[in-house]
């Protein structure tokens, strides 16, 4: 696997669910879906649906990182 110069790639930690959601939302956003309310409350839906599983380790995710600490992408299973 070819990763640009400057990123890396871990294993997203529970600290990682507020970045994971929003990343979610955008996603959602990308696609066209642009009821601002609608993406809120599935924002809201998935956050405690997401930190369970990752406490219970049924979703996993990986987050490709820059040298100063922002989140470029990222990926969950």
């Known amino acids: 696997m070819n990763i640009p ?3 890396g790639i871990r294993r997203a930690s529970i600290d990682d669910v507020s970045t ?5 939302r955008s996603m959602f956003h990308d696609m066209g879906y642009h009821n601002e ?3 809120d409350s599935v924002a809201t839906k998935f956050r405690p ?3 369970a599983r990752m406490k ?3 979703y996993r995710a990986w987050l490709v990182v820059a040298t100063n600490g922002s ?3 990222g990926a969950g299973l």
């Open 5 to 7: 110069k400057g990123f």
């Open 20 to 24: 994971i959601v929003e990343h979610r």
């Open 37 to 39: 309310a609608a993406l």
């Open 49 to 51: 649906w997401l930190l």
């Open 56 to 58: 219970s380790d049924e």
């Open 71 to 73: 989140v470029a992408a």
